[in-house]
């Protein structure tokens, strides 16, 4: 199985902050990664899949990077809507996911 | 408006089976695949199998193999999940979901509770 591991499990920040969120893949997934975001209760949402394309209606502050075994999700600039728990998920063999960074107020 | 909307939610002895419907509204059922994932409280997402709605073919987590069944009503647009033998780590919000790219559509969740 494909082990995914997320940096940091919580970020405390501001509105208004850059948040940088790191994934890393125990082996090459080439390009096929998802990125979610989730809220309490609620079910995941997609924002980002093959890395580095943004699903449809999902503002342009959010972007991916990468290939292979290291992904980032970057928020340019925090909104309030966006304090939430975040996921990373390859699909490359099966299908697996991060532990989550939680992206909190500071 | 793309739609999955599960059943609601279930109190499960150990022991016991149970079986989360997910209604699909908006598209065309069987040109998509349907994935079941699930959550338990405070933990990561877990991939549990995958179904072919045209077809009805699936795929199983080897973790789950042997327990879970996943099924389809192509004519009620309807994908089912049904998982046997129940324990207490079964405890967990289970989601439906659809494959475009990613999993693009999910439906709202159904809790399932073990308990004695």
């Known amino acids: 199985d494909i082990q995914m591991t997320q940096s940091p499990s919580t970020l405390s920040v501001s509105v208004g902050d850059r948040v940088t969120i790191t994934c890393r893949a125990s082996?090459?997934?080439?390009?096929?990664l998802a990125w979610y975001q989730q809220k309490p209760g609620k079910a995941p949402k997609l924002l980002i899949y093959?890395?580095?394309t943004l699903e449809n209606g999902v503002p342009s502050r959010f972007s991916g990077t990468g290939s292979g075994t290291e992904f980032t999700l970057t928020i340019s600039s925090l909104q309030p809507d966006d304090f939430a728990t975040y996921y990373c998920q390859q699909y490359n063999s099966y299908w697996t996911f991060g532990q989550g960074t939680k992206v909190e107020m500071k | 408006q793309v739609h999955l909307v599960q059943s609601g939610a279930e109190v499960k002895k150990p022991g016991a089976s149970v079986k989360v419907s997910c209604k699909a509204s908006g598209y065309s059922f069987t040109n998509y695949n349907i994935h079941w994932v699930r959550q338990a409280p405070g933990q990561r997402p877990e991939w549990m199998g995958w179904?072919?709605?045209?077809?009805?073919?699936?795929r199983y987590s080897q973790r789950l193999q042997g327990r879970v069944t996943l099924t389809r009503n192509a004519s009620a647009n309807t994908a089912y999940m049904e998982l046997n033998s129940l324990t207490s780590d079964d405890t967990a919000r289970y989601y439906c979901a659809r494959v475009r790219y990613a999993f693009d559509i999910w439906g709202q969740g159904t809790m399932v509770t073990v308990s004695s």
């Open positions: 093959m890395a580095s």
């Open positions: 179904m072919n709605a045209g077809n009805g073919d699936t």
């Open positions: 082996q090459s997934v080439s390009a096929w």
